[in-house]
């Protein structure tokens, strides 16, 4: 079964640092490129950050860029998010999610996601 | 930046009935529009890419239509599991960012 599970997740103080995990299973790791998608409780999804399948790309959102690292481990089949300087507007539901890819002709979507887990950044 | 707004942003229908949800963008995306469903508690899925091919799984009920800045999803015939939200989405080719409209809650009338 192709699966993607996330942990990490808790509660931090402003200003504090969580990493996330994200294990995938049931499919040829290294072959995909992914990202982490948040959601705010009780509002839409937002796009955090891509890294390529050799981790040669990466990209992040405006919100978090030189706050977060994303990073991956194909040995271990796993997906990374080290996240810096924790900000309430922080707190969401971090997904990890396979990226089936796009080109200048196609934009596949994100097929495979995880349950996700939970972030809460408060005092 | 391209800006994808849905609307409306609660439908309320009773099972049977269509569903039109829409997406617009800011400029044009050709067909390079996603669409997933998310229902509560649960992580979105994939419904839709390339504006009209439906993913794995997807039933037939389910159709997406569109390209340049106007786009529609269409339920052609709600059944009770497909009260949820759903949401729109597009990828530059360059730099990799996703951008999500903001959804539309499918509700039961």
């Known amino acids: 079964e192709v699966q993607l599970v996330e942990s990490g997740g808790g509660l931090v103080q402003p200003g504090g640092s969580l990493r996330l995990s994200c294990e995938a299973s049931?499919?040829?790791?290294?072959?995909?490129?992914m990202n982490w998608v948040r959601q705010a409780p009780g509002k839409g999804l937002e796009w955090v950050s891509y890294?390529?399948?050799?981790?040669?790309?990466?990209f992040y959102a405006d919100s978090v860029r030189g706050r977060f690292i994303i990073s991956r481990d194909n040995a271990k089949n796993s997906l990374y998010l080290q996240m810096h300087s924790l900000r309430a507007e922080d707190t969401a539901v971090y997904y990890c999610?396979?990226?089936?890819?796009?080109?200048?002709?196609?934009?596949?979507?994100?097929?495979?996601w995880g349950q996700g887990t939970t972030v809460a950044v408060s005092s | 930046e391209i800006v994808l707004t849905q609307s409306p942003a609660t439908l309320s229908l009773s099972p049977g009935e269509r569903a039109t949800l829409s997406c617009r963008a800011s400029q044009s995306v050709s067909s390079h529009l996603v669409w997933y469903q998310q229902k509560p508690g649960q992580s979105p899925r994939l419904l839709i890419y390339d504006a009209s091919n439906r993913a794995t799984g997807i039933p037939a009920r389910f159709s997406g239509t569109g390209s340049g800045t106007d786009f529609t999803l269409t339920i052609s015939s709600l059944e009770p599991e497909d009260f949820a939200l759903y949401y729109c989405?597009?990828?530059?080719?360059?730099?990799?960012?996703?951008?999500f409209g903001g959804g539309t809650k499918v509700e039961i009338k």
């Open positions: 890294i390529s399948s050799s981790s040669s790309t990466v």
């Open positions: 989405q597009h990828r530059t080719n360059w730099p990799p960012a996703l951008t």
């Open positions: 049931g499919f040829t790791f290294n072959y995909y490129s």
């Open positions: 999610a396979r990226d089936e890819g796009w080109n200048n002709d196609h934009n596949y979507g994100l097929d495979v």
